[in-house]
């Protein structure tokens, strides 16, 4: 199938996702579209909100993580572990091409993807939301990677917010994109456990890689016409950006951020 991937650009995660699904996938990767982040506009807006939420302290050393992380994409041979800091790098590894959409809805992007007559959409953690021009464009619809077994933790870090409400997993699902927010129907899901005493970090590691996993199974499934999609049941929680509150709870489980 001819598939479009959307994303956002990233240091740590990200990347790490977008490898395993370029290097396992047997399908053809038109091109891979990194989004602007409408949450977190501008870097000195996302420190204060992310202050907020957690503090000076993760702040700082999140810094520098992310200076770290740009300085080894920046110099590549200075970097010996393998790995990418930037969906850019993975796509010039592999040869795939790589642009930035401002707004994934705007009439000249929804012409970018009726010129590249794509199969599918594939969207993994983008942000803005997609709308209905966009979503009813491919032949097989869009499809999204979210990080939670759904209909619990639909929007923003499900991740965080498992671990800060004391889950001893955190669920994986693979969705159609409909016009609500993570209410489409499921076609995959799975979970992984949340070790005792672990990083943020190391989970968001984990269900990325098991979300691209479980992508490429979709995939093949949308591709065979097997897919036995169904919608959620039971009542859905919704959650937003990390809250100091909820940031105490999630310590109080005995987890730090990195």
Not at 118 to 132: C, G, H, N
Not at 200 to 229: F, H, M, N, P, S
């Given at each position: 199938?001819?598939?479009?991937i959307?994303?956002?650009?990233?240091?740590?995660?990200?990347?790490f996702?977008i490898d395993?699904?370029?290097?396992?996938?047997?399908?053809?990767?038109?091109?891979?579209?990194?989004?602007?982040?409408?949450?977190?506009?501008?870097?000195?807006k996302?420190?204060?909100?992310f202050?907020?939420?957690?503090?000076?302290?993760?702040?700082?050393?999140?810094?520098?993580?992310?200076?770290?992380?740009?300085?080894l994409?920046a110099?590549?041979?200075?970097?010996f572990?393998?790995?990418?800091?930037?969906?850019?790098?993975?796509?010039?590894?592999?040869?795939?091409?790589?642009?930035y959409a401002?707004?994934?809805n705007?009439?000249?992007?929804?012409?970018?993807?009726?010129?590249?007559?794509?199969d599918?959409?594939?969207?993994?953690?983008?942000?803005?939301?997609?709308?209905?021009?966009?979503?009813s464009?491919?032949?097989?619809?869009?499809?999204?990677v979210?990080?939670?077994?759904?209909?619990?933790?639909?929007?923003?870090?499900p991740?965080?917010?498992?671990m800060?409400?004391?889950?001893?997993?955190?669920?994986i699902?693979?969705?159609?994109i409909?016009?609500?927010?993570?209410?489409?129907?499921?076609?995959?899901?799975?979970?992984v456990?949340?070790?005792?005493?672990?990083?943020?970090?190391?989970?968001?590691?984990?269900?990325?890689?098991?979300?691209?996993?479980?992508?490429?199974k979709?995939?093949?499934?949308?591709?065979?016409?097997?897919?036995?999609?169904?919608?959620a049941?039971?009542?859905?929680?919704y959650?937003?950006?990390p809250?100091?509150?909820?940031?105490?709870?999630?310590?109080k489980?005995?987890?730090?951020?990195?």
């Amino acid at each position: 199938m001819r598939i479009l991937i959307i994303t956002e650009e990233d240091e740590f995660y990200l990347p790490f996702s977008i490898d395993h699904l370029l290097k396992n996938s047997g399908d053809e990767i038109l091109e891979v579209v990194c989004t602007r982040n409408p949450l977190l506009p501008g870097k000195l807006k996302a420190a204060r909100k992310f202050y907020t939420a957690f503090g000076l302290g993760p702040i700082l050393s999140q810094g520098f993580r992310v200076a770290g992380a740009k300085i080894l994409d920046a110099l590549p041979w200075l970097n010996f572990t393998c790995r990418y800091y930037s969906v850019k790098r993975v796509c010039e590894a592999y040869n795939i091409p790589n642009s930035y959409a401002e707004n994934i809805n705007a009439a000249d992007f929804i012409q970018h993807c009726q010129e590249l007559d794509i199969d599918l959409i594939a969207s993994v953690s983008p942000t803005q939301i997609f709308k209905e021009n966009l979503i009813s464009l491919p032949k097989h619809g869009c499809i999204n990677v979210h990080t939670a077994k759904l209909p619990k933790y639909r929007g923003l870090y499900p991740a965080y917010w498992a671990m800060a409400s004391g889950e001893k997993t955190v669920g994986i699902s693979i969705h159609y994109i409909e016009k609500g927010i993570d209410t489409g129907k499921i076609i995959l899901q799975d979970e992984v456990e949340i070790p005792p005493h672990t990083t943020l970090d190391y989970v968001l590691k984990t269900t990325k890689l098991k979300g691209a996993e479980l992508l490429i199974k979709a995939i093949k499934q949308i591709a065979k016409g097997t897919t036995q999609a169904f919608y959620a049941e039971g009542e859905g929680t919704y959650f937003s950006f990390p809250t100091l509150e909820s940031y105490k709870k999630f310590k109080k489980h005995g987890y730090k951020l990195w």
